[in-house]
T-cell receptor
Framework: ETGVTQTPRHLVMGMTNKKSLKCEQH?????MYWYKQSAKKPLELMFV???????ENNSVPSRFSPECPNSSHLFLHLHTLQPEDSALYLC???????????????FGPGTRLTVL | SQKIEQNSEALNIQEGKTATLTCNYT??????LQWYRQDPGRGPVFLLL?????KEKRKERLKVTFDTTLKQSLFHITASQPADSATYLC??????????FGQGTTLQVKP
């Protein structure tokens, strides 16, 4: 079992719903990430937080809204999603987002999201 | 743009044989490269890291090579077992300092 937990593990929502994904890391890391993984496609980096500050937003639609209240917790707020947003959403953490470190990432089990 | 290529076709091998997976990258020179294992419906798990000044790295039955001239990394599993069946992801460090993941190669080891 990794030191990164995600809830819920499965989520089905309609296009008009609002939901949130939660991630918690118990590794003492300072950087946290959200990735999207669709079938047969590489992991897509969505957001990066380093010491609670957002350092990257890879042109993610505004219907995805991240929140990082502290270095151990990361949320992804979802609203008015589209069916093509259905995917596995993975949270990860690393020691530090600074380039000095090798950025080895520790992933959670993911949330399987289905948008109807 | 930076591009990572892994063989999208599944690799099927017999138990006990050596599995070799390929990762090619173009348009940049990563300072290091990582390999991860991913089981269905789970998050990737870190396996090995190799730096640009290292030709080879080993961990138990795993071996990774890094050829900066060919812009290629090879990932070997010796004496493969059915439990090695999974998708293996290559992740070189990108120019922004963040990892760029390949789409992965699925390995199936048959008893």
């Amino acid at each position: 079992e990794t030191g990164v937990t995600q809830t819920p593990r499965h989520l089905v929502m309609g296009m008009t719903n609002k939901k949130s994904l939660k991630c918690e890391q118990h590794l003492g890391h300072n950087a946290m990430y959200w990735y999207k993984q669709s079938a047969k496609k590489p992991l897509e980096l969505m957001f990066v937080y380093n010491f609670k500050e957002q350092t990257e937003n890879n042109s993610v639609p505004s219907r995805f809204s991240p929140e990082c209240p502290n270095s151990s917790h990361l949320f992804l707020h979802l609203h008015t999603l589209q069916p093509e947003d259905s995917a596995l959403y993975l949270c990860a953490s690393s020691q530090d987002g600074d380039r000095r470190f090798t950025d080895t990432q520790y992933f959670g089990p993911g949330t399987r999201l289905t948008v109807l | 743009s930076q591009k990572i290529e892994q063989n999208s076709e599944a690799l099927n091998i017999q138990e006990g044989k050596t599995a070799t997976l390929t990762c090619n990258y173009t348009n940049y020179s990563p300072a290091y490269l990582q390999w991860y294992r991913q089981d269905p419906g789970r998050g990737p798990v870190f396996l090995l890291l190799i730096r640009e000044n290292e030709k080879e790295k080993r961990k138990e039955r795993l071996k990774v090579t890094f050829d900066t001239t060919l812009k290629q990394s090879l990932f070997h599993i010796t004496a493969s077992q059915p439990a090695d069946s999974a998708t293996y992801l290559c992740a070189p460090r990108g120019n922004t300092g963040k990892l760029i993941f390949g789409q992965g190669t699925t390995l199936q080891v048959k008893p």
